[in-house]
């Protein structure tokens, strides 16, 4: 999963095919321009951050955050996404048993130039993460910059007022009026997916998560189109 290049790949393909009509929920059809060049834009910003040097910001992602050049309440708003395990998810490493922490073996052989983890991060993870990650934070940067049109972020609240995962994040966090920044966290949770035990259905759990052990992308997939179309 992690070293195909067609998985990794795939990542990419949620944000024409996902993202971009999940947007125009909020801006309109005639919005749908602004959304697509917001969109656009977003993409080559994240690209800037490309970086295969040992400077990057982690070490199963080949990005930097320092090389952006956003603005900062952009890179804020980034860092935030980050922090909550919305934008820089640790999902396949968790799927192949890779800590995200240095374990027994790396300590043992600290200055040794050589670390198990790292292989599986970079080896294994690298580029389907970076792909991901990347994904997320184009979505989540161009989400976020049309959230600071009151007027989209009021649609957005009154269109997704019956979403259930919306009304859950409201009630838990007690927020009122969402900001830019909530809002597109949450559109990237909802395009994207959730994923772990925690948001697994309960035909995949128990012996459904051997048989269904790669069933989640879809599963989410299929579902959020089902919550689009009514």
């Known amino acids: 999963l992690g070293a195909n290049f067609s998985s990794a790949i795939l990542q990419t393909a949620s944000i024409p095919l996902i993202v971009l009509p999940y947007l125009t929920m909020y801006t309109g059809f005639k919005g749908a321009p602004r959304a697509a060049v917001a969109l656009s834009r977003a993409a080559k910003d994240i690209v800037k951050m490309a970086d295969f040097s040992s400077a990057r910001n982690w070490a199963d992602v080949f990005l930097n955050l ?32 890779i800590s995200i922490y240095p374990n027994i073996l790396d300590k043992a052989l600290t200055g040794r130039g050589f670390s198990i983890s ?3 991060k970079v080896g294994i993870a ?42 859950a994040k409201l009630e838990q966090e007690g927020f009122i009026d969402p900001t830019p ?14 994923f772990g035990k925690e948001n697994r259905p309960r035909y995949m759990q128990e012996i459904g998560s051997v048989l269904f052990q790669f069933a989640m992308y879809p599963h989410v997939i299929w579902e959020l189109l089902g919550r689009m179309l009514i």
């Open 118 to 120: 790292n292989i599986g």
């Open 126 to 167: 690298g580029m389907f993460s970076t792909m991901e990650t990347a994904s997320r934070m184009t979505a989540f940067l161009a989400s976020y910059r049309l959230m600071k049109n009151k007027k989209y972020r009021e649609k957005g609240v009154m269109v997704l007022k019956d979403n259930p995962l919306l009304k």
């Open 66 to 97: 320092e090389k952006s050049g956003l603005a900062a309440d952009e890179i804020a708003a980034i860092k935030e996404g980050i922090q909550r395990g919305i934008l820089k998810p640790y999902s396949l490493l968790d799927e192949i048993g």
């Open 181 to 194: 920044t909530d809002m597109a966290l949450f559109m990237v949770q909802d395009t994207f997916g959730v």
